[in-house]
């Protein structure tokens, strides 16, 4: 964690994580407004961490001799990491605690309760910023909760799932709850033109918002 501590690592790691893409050290040199060289080093020490994919790949439409090396691309790291001191271990108990649920058919309490959570969060954000549209606020609240928005044409896709490992133990439950936070956000935010359901997507989480069909947008 320690390596992010750095201003300008942090930004070129915040800016590769937000990208549908790899990102080159061109790219991120630019998006960062430092030298190629510079953005070089970071990278490669967020790479080092863990924090970061490296690839290598040729720009499309080069191979063979005289195509250059392949050019070194970077991307999120699928890798997850925590710090606690003294050592905790939620995610142990959080994995007990839905697989109670899954084996006392509790998931609908689950969905409530998420629900309520969502709820909570799109008044708190309504509050904070009564001025803002709703869907500015939905955005701004899933970032808040590390679900990383992100607008696909007229569908705001997330490329995080706060709940990964869970979800990927637990799809239903976890991709239900994920699906009733963010119903109860969008309600509570006067979302009306907005509704969430379920699309899953390689790397991104289960839920999609969108317009609604009773939309006139």
Request: proline share 7%.
């Amino acid at each position: 964690m320690a390596v992010l501590d750095d201003p300008v690592r942090l930004r070129l790691y915040d800016y590769v994580c937000g990208q549908d893409h790899e990102v080159s050290r061109d790219e991120a040199a630019g998006a960062a407004g430092i030298q190629r060289g510079t953005a070089a080093l970071h990278l490669d020490k967020l790479a080092a961490a863990g924090l970061l994919s490296v690839t290598f790949r040729r720009p499309a439409g080069r191979s063979g001799p005289g195509a250059g090396r392949p050019a070194k691309l970077y991307s999120r790291s699928d890798a997850e990491h925590q710090l606690s001191v003294p050592p905790r271990n939620y995610r142990a108990a959080a994995e007990m605690l839905a697989e109670v649920a899954e084996v006392t058919g509790a998931e609908p309490a689950v969905q409530r309760v998420a629900r309520r959570r969502g709820a909570q969060a799109g008044r708190a954000a309504r509050t904070a910023n009564p001025s803002a549209s709703a869907a500015d606020l939905v955005a701004a609240s899933l970032a808040a909760q590390g679900y990383q928005p992100y607008l696909d044409g007229p569908v705001m896709r997330l490329r995080n799932c706060p709940f990964h490992v869970l979800a990927d133990r637990h799809p239903p439950l976890i991709c239900g709850m994920n699906l009733a936070l963010v119903e109860g956000l969008l309600a509570a935010a006067g979302a009306g033109g907005l509704a969430a359901r379920l699309d899953p997507q390689p790397g991104d989480c289960c839920v999609v918002v969108c317009p609604s069909k009773n939309s006139d947008s």
